[in-house]
């Protein structure tokens, strides 16, 4: 009864579409013709920032690009722009009602599988012209490399896994390791992810993970993530219109209505007079951006401690300037954490939430004095992306510490690293106890997250990538 017939007509069909991918390669690959990439995520490709600047750089390395993902939030502009790289959006699988019994879970998610492993399939060996490489990302695993390893044998491609992390390792977080669920999911992932013409990785550590645990077959390449160049510190003239657009007098953030006629001041700039450039007001108060996803594994008590702490400590006598923190980001336990936020008395803390538009999240990065970091890997083998940005924005971070966090942060070089509220808060104190006059502290690991910068996602790409694509 389940998709029966899709799985029929997929059997039937199947030799079929082999016969025509030789004729189609017969036909179309001549030698002067570009080579080609598809490139595969599971997922909303307006939201995987690594995936759009792989097909950014492949296209701009003479391949032409087809993107197979989910149809969800708009891919940056540049993508949509460049003519090398073609979408091809899918509408994303429907979710499965959470309230039925385990039978009719399973029944359920069983055709849904099977029913997305069919439609990619689809778009994979019929639709889109065949590549000579397929680049996807893992996780999910399910069913991503199933499909990638079925369609590059049909197809003939080299296959590339972009590695973020390993899909078993964040269902654990859930199920527990010792989750038959997980241990089934893990063999799955190891088996249909050990050969690979290359393994692309975002840490050594999790290469090294590959190479001695694993012990898969193909090349393994370490590719940090860096920020590509439209992330920036901005002159105090941009920050000044961003903060003018912004109202902070609630605890979530909205934008202003309408046009508010040049206003003159922000939460800390100031406009001396209609025709003079914005400047810092002289007793502003820092800002401090954090973004978090508001689950379990992102501990947002650890900020609010540390942030409770620095409020008694500056309400204390002691001279501290005014912290005002922006959070932002949605998940289901933002709800908790807001209600914990209004209950505090705060007298020298701000915190506010946002939800902002992506070309504005940037630009407040952009702003701000100070990046909080509270992620902790799932396998701790991946680093977290939001801090790769803010590196890119030349603000320092002060980073929940975890095993490889030191490939991207590094102590008293362009961040801090702590493990408790108790560290976080004597960072604060440490980094603004005499801000805004000075922040010598603060400015020299400024100078290291420029240094970090040096190389940008392209040179990286480029020096990582670029030859090891011959077909
Ligand atoms: C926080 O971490 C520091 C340094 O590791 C440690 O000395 C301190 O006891 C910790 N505090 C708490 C409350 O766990």
């Known amino acids: 009864m389940v998709d029966i017939n899709i799985a029929v007509v997929f059997a039937c069909v199947v030799p079929f579409l082999f016969f025509l991918t030789a004729i189609w390669r017969l036909i179309f690959r001549d030698a002067g013709e570009m080579p080609r990439v598809t490139l595969l995520v599971l997922g909303d490709i307006g939201r995987s920032p690594r995936m759009q600047y792989h097909a950014l750089s492949l296209a701009r390395n003479g391949f032409a690009v087809d993107i197979v993902a989910y149809e969800g939030t708009d891919p940056h502009s540049e993508l949509v722009m460049e003519p090398n790289i073609a979408f091809h959006l899918i509408d994303p699988p429907q979710k499965i ?7 009719v879970y399973l029944v359920l998610a069983f055709q849904r599988v099977i029913r997305q492993i069919s439609t990619l399939m689809l778009w ?113 003239s941009e920050i000044h219109d961003l903060l003018c657009r912004l109202d902070f007098t609630d605890l979530e953030i909205q934008y202003l209505a309408g046009d508010k006629n040049f206003p003159t001041k922000s939460l800390i700039t100031n406009k001396p007079g209609a025709k003079a450039a914005p400047v810092f007001k002289s007793d502003r108060p820092a800002l401090i951006i954090s973004s978090t996803s508001w689950t379990e594994d992102e501990d947002f008590s650890i900020l609010l401690e540390a942030a409770k702490l620095y409020d008694a400590e500056a309400a204390g006598g002691k001279k501290l300037p005014e912290l005002v923190f ?33 070309s504005d999240y940037q630009l407040l990065l952009g702003s701000a004095d100070l990046g909080v970091s509270l992620h902790t890997s799932s396998s701790g083998l991946d680093l977290p992306m939001k801090i790769v940005d803010m590196f890119g924005c030349e603000l320092p971070v002060c980073a929940m510490g975890f095993k490889c966090i030191d490939e991207l942060v590094q102590h008293d070089r362009n961040g801090l690293i702590f493990g408790n509220a108790t560290e976080l808060c004597q960072q604060f104190v440490e980094l603004f106890g005499s801000f805004p006059a000075s922040a010598p502290k603060l400015e020299a690991l400024k100078r290291g997250t ?12 480029n020096t990582a990538l670029k030859a090891k694509l011959k077909r």
């Open 97 to 103: 009602p959470a309230r039925v019994s385990k039978l």
């Open 124 to 236: 994979l060996i019929v639709v889109v012209p065949p590549p000579d490489f397929m680049l996807v990302q893992n996780p999910p695993a399910v069913p991503t490399l199933l499909v990638a390893q079925l369609s590059r044998v049909f197809r003939r491609a080299k296959l590339i896994i972009d590695w973020h992390n390993f899909g078993y390792s964040i269902m654990a977080l859930n199920l527990g390791s010792r989750s038959k669920i997980v241990q089934v999911a893990k063999w799955y992932e190891q088996l249909l992810g050990s050969r690979s013409h290359i393994h692309l990785c975002v840490t050594s550590a999790m290469a090294e993970e590959l190479r001695k645990v694993w012990g898969v077959k193909g090349e393994i390449v370490t590719l940090h993530d860096r920020a590509p160049k439209h992330f920036r510190r901005l002159p105090v």
């Open 450 to 461: 420029q240094e970090f910068q040096k190389s940008r996602w392209d040179d990286n790409w």
């Open 326 to 358: 922006v959070i932002t980001g949605q998940g289901p336990m933002k709800e908790h954490y807001t209600e914990e936020i209004r209950k505090v008395a705060w007298k020298r803390v701000r915190i506010h939430t946002a939800w902002l538009e992506a």
